[in-house]
């Protein structure tokens, strides 16, 4: 069973900057696809960002250019660095691990943005 733990969530004004960490459990982390998603109130859970076992990235439109994903196999960390921050990144920030035959999800971290 794979655990995956979120931190580094908070409460920041427009425009500042906050950094991710999704610390995984167990063997499988460089084999996996790591995901970043959100869900904000009233709205269905969203794709941020992700992170291939092969090195590569991608990310949604609306967050493309502000936020870098990164990870450190050796830590088995996933990282989800955030750059100009707007109210509408106001969310609860999942991390998600996703194998040929699993998928996991963390419990979440709350990113607050103030305008």
């Known amino acids: 069973q794979v655990q995956l733990v979120e931190s580094g969530g908070g409460l920041v004004q427009a425009g500042g900057s906050l950094r991710l960490s999704c610390a995984a459990s167990?063997?499988?982390?460089?084999?996996?696809?790591m995901n970043w998603f959100r869900q904000a109130p009233g709205k269905q859970r969203e794709f941020v960002a992700v992170?291939?076992?092969?090195?590569?990235?991608n990310y949604a439109d609306s967050v493309n250019g502000r936020f870098t994903i990164s990870r450190d196999n050796a830590k088995n960390t996933v990282y989800l660095q955030m750059h100009s921050l707007k109210p509408e990144d106001t969310a609860v920030y999942y991390c998600n691990s996703v194998g040929r035959s699993y998928t996991y999800w963390g419990h979440g971290t709350q990113v607050t943005v103030s305008s």
């Open positions: 167990g063997s499988i982390f460089s084999f996996s696809a």
């Open positions: 992170s291939t076992s092969g090195g590569r990235t």
